[in-house]
């Protein structure tokens, strides 16, 4: 992932194009939301692994 970030900064500051702007920021926006979404989802207010703690 680390990889990856790279090359989308280097890709943001070696391009000139206005389109080219637009592209790279929905293509980094839906790699985001893909990568959140495959998070592990944790309960409300719990804390570690949510096995009796409450913060």
């Not at 790279?6 to 389109?19: E, K, M, P, R």
């Not at 293509?27 to 979404?37: C, D, V």
Request: net charge positive; hydrophobic share 55%; aromatic share 10%.
């Amino acid at each position: 992932m680390f990889v990856l970030a790279v090359a989308l900064h280097t890709t943001w500051d070696s391009i000139g194009g206005f389109v080219a702007y637009g592209v790279l920021a929905v293509l980094s926006l839906g790699l985001l939301t893909g990568f959140a979404h495959r998070l592990p989802h944790r309960a409300p207010g719990t804390v570690g692994g949510g096995v009796g703690f409450r913060a």
